[in-house]
């Protein structure tokens, strides 16, 4: 990638930005998109017909060929499903993106069925046989995707059964996935006014009081989003028993010992690892008690789950400036470009040209993310409230946007997609460079500094924390599922017993919070996602204590990590770029420490 000196310029927006989805399509009326789709499914039929029955006489060569045709087939699908997707996101209320969507995701599981077979049958090779294909010259590229193929060839299913499944998915558990999102998308909430006067009525608008001073209005901030979902409580257990249910049939049909187990297997995390870092997190519970603790004596007052992401500030206290879009996009761009320019400018296109939607409105999706399109780039979703938090959030998922950028040079499409442990180092690596920037830039400004200080603690108490915790919840609700369904009560029950330990006596749960649950996405779309982000969390301070220690001699090896991908095993990946190994307890143990540090430096400071 080419290095350049010059430094990103000052961006100008007058309200929060919405994206340009025009590299991907114009529209639905677009002809290139029907043009698209049935050149995609053609291409599909004659893959099919070449090389259905014959993998096991191709020769390194050819078979390096065909996962081109391959990549090429999955680019192009991947194009057909963003443009739709992204439409719905910003607007869960658009009938026709609804439409095209199932269309698309229809059309794509045809296609998937049509060109799974090669796959199997490089599975069914015999062991000698695949060993020397993924040992041939021709296939080095390939080298770590034909390793996981190898991997999970005990899983796998016959070519009927595996194109069934593919199907049923678009009725059965996607279809209640779906279900969910088009549900939550379609409510309305309470409005509620806030200390500067103005009234929230959205999710965003909600969930961004409670970070806000005023603890009359965090308090009913809180309470409509949380009656919407005591309302539809039952609907939304049903969704997650139904979802529970069909991977427990899939774990019978495939040989998983549980839904956990395969999702390990899927993220090629070990399961040392993953209950190193469910002990580890559990271990220091301490940590969040006695910094709610102290929040609480600060305050004056003990601490409600409302209250948790509350600024440091008494009510009658002046609260923090608004910080509009532009000033947050230009803060972040000032915090990545002390760490290297080249990488500041690449973000700075992001919001040149249009790839980011920011705006807040009624039924755009909650929650915010990065879409990636292998061969094109990223697109960005979040609701800019005008506060700190949201200029983290920006600097998160920019974080993955880059990460991409840097795969999307170097990677061909089979190796674009970093295991989940490795998809979130970038996010919160570019999270820290944007808190140290700050505190760096509000020495004098100790309201400032303190509620930065506080901001980014809780939230690494909320990506060690509670993301552990919500995948404890999982554990439960797969383990249930596994001899039988359950009802609502069970998973309220459990989110409160899980959510008490974690508290202890530091903060008061309000008995709203036992349909909160229903609010986290990942539980639904993909089980056993969120500790993923603890043991990331872990990862990406180890990567900022190295970088801190040696300079800009951190950075090629970090982005050789970046540029990885999938293309190696994560865990070798993170020892051979950027001498991190996770397998270690020591490096859990090391970033809880660091955190523990910060907390003695805030205690210091009260």
């Not at 017909?49 to 006489?57: D, I, L, S």
């Not at 960005?380 to 600097?395: G, I, M, N, Q």
Request: hydrophobic share 40%.
């Amino acid at each position: 990638m080419v290095q350049t000196s010059e430094a990103p310029q000052r961006l100008q927006f007058d309200s929060p930005q919405e994206w340009d989805l025009s590299d991907l399509y114009s529209g639905f009326d677009d002809p290139q998109l029907a043009a698209d789709l049935e050149a995609l499914q053609q291409k599909a039929d004659r893959f099919r017909e070449q090389y259905r029955g014959k993998v096991a006489e191709l020769n390194p060569e050819a078979i390096a060929t065909c996962l081109q045709e391959l990549e090429a087939i999955g680019q192009k699908s991947g194009y057909l499903y963003a443009y739709p997707a992204l439409v719905f996101a910003a607007d869960t209320r658009n009938s026709e993106a609804k439409q095209f969507l199932d269309k698309v995701m229809e059309a794509i599981a045809g296609i998937e069925n049509q060109i799974l077979f090669f796959d199997l049958e490089l599975q069914q090779l015999d062991p000698e046989k695949l060993a020397s294909v993924q040992a041939s010259p021709a296939l080095a590229e390939y080298r770590h995707y034909l390793q996981r193929i190898a991997e999970l060839r005990p899983y796998k299913l016959s070519e009927e059964v595996e194109q069934t499944r593919n199907q049923d998915s678009l009725t059965g558990r996607q279809a209640f996935i779906q279900l969910r999102s088009v549900h939550l998308g379609e409510q309305e909430y309470e409005p509620v006014i806030g200390s500067d006067g103005k009234t929230a009525t959205t999710d965003p608008e909600l969930s961004a009081l409670l970070f806000r001073p005023g603890a009359e209005p965090r308090l009913k901030a809180y309470r409509s989003v949380r009656q919407v979902l005591e309302r539809h409580n039952s609907l939304y257990a049903y969704i997650i028993n139904a979802i529970a249910r069909d991977h427990r049939i899939e774990n019978q049909m495939r040989g998983y010992q549980s839904t956990l187990h395969k999702q390990l297997v899927a993220d090629e995390v070990s399961e040392p690892v993953f209950r190193a870092i469910m002990d580890g997190t559990s271990s220091r519970f301490d940590l969040f008690q006695r910094y709610y603790h102290l929040k609480g004596k600060a305050l004056g007052h003990k601490i409600r789950i409302c209250d948790i992401y509350a600024p440091w500030t008494k009510e009658e206290d002046e609260p923090l400036p608004a910080i509009d879009y532009a000033a947050g996009a230009n803060l972040l761009l000032k915090a990545l470009e002390q760490f290297d320019i080249n990488y500041a400018r690449r973000a700075e296109e992001f919001f040149l040209k249009n790839w980011i939607d920011a705006k807040v409105r009624p039924g755009k999706r909650g929650g915010a993310f990065c879409a990636y399109s292998h061969g094109k780039h990223s697109y960005l979703l979040l609701s800019y409230t005008e506060d700190y938090s949201s200029v983290f959030t920006l600097a998160h998922e920019m974080g993955h946007a880059l990460h991409f950028v840097w795969i999307d040079k170097a990677q061909s499409y089979f190796n674009s997609n970093p295991p989940l442990v490795l998809a979130e180092v970038a996010s919160t690596f570019n999270e820290l460079l944007l808190l140290d920037y700050l505190l760096e830039n509000a020495a004098n400004n100790k309201t400032l500094r303190q509620s930065i200080l506080t901001r980014q603690l809780e939230d690494w108490f909320s990506l060690l924390f509670r993301q552990s915790t919500i995948s404890r919840l999982e554990l439960a609700i797969h383990d249930r599922a596994a001899s039988g369904s359950f009802d609502r009560e069970f998973v309220n029950q459990k989110w409160m017993e899980l959510y008490q330990n974690l508290c202890g006596d530091a903060v008061e749960l309000l008995s709203e919070h036992q349909y909160d649950w229903a609010r986290i996405g990942h539980i639904f779309f993909k089980p056993f996602y969120c500790y993923q982000y603890a043991a990331s969390h872990i990862v990406s301070l180890a990567c900022y204590e190295k970088y801190r220690q040696t300079g800009k001699d951190f950075i090629p090896g970090y982005m050789d990590l970046l540029a990885a991908g999938s293309s190696i095993n994560q865990v070798e990946a993170l020892r051979q770029y950027v001498d991190v190994d996770l397998e270690d307890t020591a490096t859990i143990r090391s970033a809880l420490d660091y955190i523990e540090r910060l907390l003695d430096q805030l205690e210091a400071t009260i």
